[in-house]
Every structure is written in C-alpha cells, then in structure tokens.
C-alpha cells in the first residue's frame, strides 16, 4: 500500500466518522466542530486528487464562510430556542424519519451497485478522451488559468456575488437584533 492509498483512507475514515458523528449527536456545539472536521478531511481528500484550487476552495468558502455563519446562528440564537431544540424527541427511527431513511437506503443500494458493476477504467468516454489526448494533467497553470479568468472574465459576476454575500450577511446580524426591530 503506498503513501497516497494510507492517505486516502485515514481522510475517507475520519470525514465518515465525523460526518456520522454530526448527524447522530444531539449535542449542536460537538455537532458544528465535528462538521468542521468533516470539512477539513474533504479538503485533504480534494489534494489527493490533485483538485489543488477545489480544496483551497473549500477550506475558504466552507469552513472559512458559511462554518463560521453557522457558528455565529448558533451564538446569537436564543435560550428558548436552544432549549427546544434539545427537548426534541431523539429516536431515530420513527414514522416521520421514514422516507428519508428509504432514501438514504435506496442511495446506499444504487452507490454499492455502482462500486461493484463500474469498471471506471474501461468506460467508452475515458477510453476516448485518454486515446485524442483530451485529459487533464496536473500543472501548476490550472491554478493560475482560474484565478487569471475569475479576476478578468468573470470579473463582473464575482463581484456581484460577494455584493449579494455581504447583504445577506447584513440581512442575518439585522434579523438577529435583540430589542427594537424597526
């Protein structure tokens, strides 16, 4: 087994946990740092698939923006709010939880199925794009061709979006005001 494959699976073992730990806990302080760890190792993951911009990507935007807009939510929600969510009823499997437990079972079904009938390297699309040279090989320019296109092209549309970011970050703090709400 070599490095890469080490790697591989110690990120796969502690994004799942993580992420299992954060659906199953009914503690939201646990709950929020073990998201955080989830998506750290889904970053980790990112890099080993040489998706170098993706994973930076992720830590900024995820952890960096909305980890931290959930952790704010959490602060400035209520006592009462808090309370009521922790009063709720923990069984897992019940009526309610039903059709999304048949989901996640029929996921789980379809993916196994895919894992073990998906021969990934002899699938016609991957044969050609490999045969007329169309692959992608990992280079230092992928990077820099993003950041070139996103601050030339894509200039206009990256900027209204961080507008639109902030509005909505002003908008949340507004909403989330104790007192006069005028």
């Given at each position: 087994m070599s490095l890469v494959q080490a790697l591989f699976y110690v990120m796969s073992f502690i994004a799942l946990a993580s992420a299992v730990y954060v659906a199953t806990t009914t503690?939201?302080?646990?709950?929020?740092?073990?998201?955080?760890?989830?998506?750290f190792a889904l970053?980790?993951?990112?890099?080993?698939?040489l998706a170098d911009f993706v994973a930076i990507t992720q830590i900024v935007i995820y952890v960096g923006g909305i980890l931290v807009l959930i952790l704010f939510a959490f602060m400035l929600s209520g006592k009462e709010t808090l309370n009521a969510i922790g009063r709720q009823?923990?069984?897992?499997?019940?009526?309610?939880?039903?059709?999304?437990?048949?989901?996640?079972?029929l996921f789980f079904i379809v993916l196994i199925n895919m894992i073990f009938k998906v021969d990934a390297g002899n699938l016609e699309w991957i044969k050609k794009s490999v045969a007329l040279k169309n692959d992608i090989q990992p280079d230092a320019a992928m990077t820099e061709n993003i950041g070139v296109n996103l601050m030339t092209t894509y200039l206009?549309?990256?900027?209204?979006?961080?507008?639109?970011?902030?509005?909505?970050?002003?908008?949340a703090a507004h909403l989330s005001r104790k007192g006069d709400r005028s």
């Open positions: 503690n939201l302080v646990r709950s929020i740092f073990m998201f955080f760890i989830t998506l970053a980790g993951l990112y890099v080993l698939s009823r923990k069984t897992f499997i019940s009526i309610g939880n039903l059709p999304a437990l048949l989901l996640a079972a206009l549309p990256f900027e209204a979006i961080s507008i639109i970011l902030m509005v909505a970050l002003i908008g």
